[in-house]
């Protein structure tokens, strides 16, 4: 089944409500053709005032601009924005099969049976449903449900894909497997899709770029490969993952170091300029105190299964968390070196927010 890959421009995008909350800062964004965004935020940042702007469910402030392959759309109700949804709960008619399920957005728009027959088929294959076209919602697994939910809202052919938090409902093991399914199936669909969570691991998972929000505005947009290792605003950097931060004070500032546990660590040019630094806590390395290496004191050691977390007391730092393997001998109380490769410094961007 061929779909249309659309581009969409959002400029200037903002949302005020009647009692004047701003739900939506004036925002820049474009989505490539095929390509899978995630606005991705806690509670309350505007990532779905967003998604329901490019809907159509919401009017946006004057001065704003949406469009769909150059066609603006601003204005537009959303039964002609070419949009299809799939939501948290997947919303599928309890008493109908899954092909009707599928199906019925074409029905509605009367599509000649033979046709309508025609796609239903194409997408029970493409979403990997054979055999359970005459199965009711009820009994399908949560997987399945999401498939037919997908599969029905690209039987209309919609321009964009508009997925609202789909894996929310589902507990953490179904969430993962579930994650990855879905992935697989945005990939194949080569649609453009716009995807609205709050599951930073689930972002990283299924899309191809993620614009992460903090306080009714986009503050990073990018792969999650680049907003981990190099971001631009100190919420990207705590929010994506777990940092640790590092503070410099002016004789280390004029000496072009860090004080890690009494060693001096030398600051990449790109860092220097900077009081405050941040660590990711697996770029931190414990080992036997020697040579050449920080000193710092374990004060807690938790074991997680696949990795243990170490909280570290140092002479000049405030505590520093550190993921160490499994096997790691360190033990509460134990005295420990510490050292961090200079190049995974990240600058503390300060804002006003």
């Not at 209309?156 to 589902?170: F, Q, W």
């Amino acid at each position: 089944m061929e779909l249309e890959r659309t581009r969409v421009e959002i400029n200037q995008c903002a949302k005020t409500y009647p009692d004047g909350t701003r739900g939506l800062r004036p925002t820049d964004l474009t989505v490539e053709p095929g390509e899978v965004v995630a606005l991705l935020g806690p509670s309350g940042c505007g990532k779905t005032t967003l998604l329901r702007l490019i809907a159509g469910l919401e009017a946006p402030d004057e001065g704003s601009r949406i469009a769909f392959g150059g066609t603006d759309v601003t204005r537009l109700p959303i039964e002609q924005r070419g949009i299809g949804m799939v939501f948290q709960h997947y919303a599928l008619f309890p008493q109908m099969t899954v092909a009707a399920n599928i199906g019925y957005g074409l029905k509605i728009r009367n599509v000649p049976e033979a046709e309508r027959r025609r796609t239903v088929g194409e997408l029970v294959d493409l979403v990997r449903l054979q055999g359970l076209e005459h199965k009711r919602p009820t009994e399908l697994s949560g997987g399945q449900r999401q498939r037919v939910a997908l599969a029905r809202a690209v039987a209309v052919r919609p321009r964009v894909l508009l997925l609202d938090e789909p894996l929310t409902a589902l507990d953490a093991k179904l969430k993962e497997s579930l994650r990855d399914e879905l992935a697989d199936l945005l990939r194949r669909l080569h649609i453009t899709a716009i995807h609205v969570t709050h599951d930073q691991q689930e972002a990283l998972a299924i899309a191809d770029r993620l614009a992460v929000m903090h306080a009714g505005q986009i503050v990073q947009v990018g792969d999650g490969e680049t907003l981990y290792r190099a971001p631009t605003h100190p919420f990207v950097a705590q929010f994506l993952g777990r940092v640790n931060r590092l503070q410099r004070d002016a004789a280390a500032s004029a000496q072009a170091v860090l004080m890690l546990g009494g060693l001096p660590l030398p600051c990449p040019a790109a860092v220097q300029a900077h009081t405050a630094l941040l660590v990711r806590p697996e770029d931190i390395e414990v080992s036997a105190l020697q040579t050449g290496w920080g000193q710092a004191e374990v004060t807690r050691r938790s074991f997680l299964g696949d990795r243990v977390q170490l909280v570290l007391a140092l002479a000049d730092q405030p505590p520093l968390m550190a993921d160490v393997p499994r096997d790691h001998p360190a033990r509460t109380g134990d005295t420990v070196g510490v050292r961090i490769a200079p190049e995974r410094l990240m600058p503390c961007h300060e804002t006003s927010d």
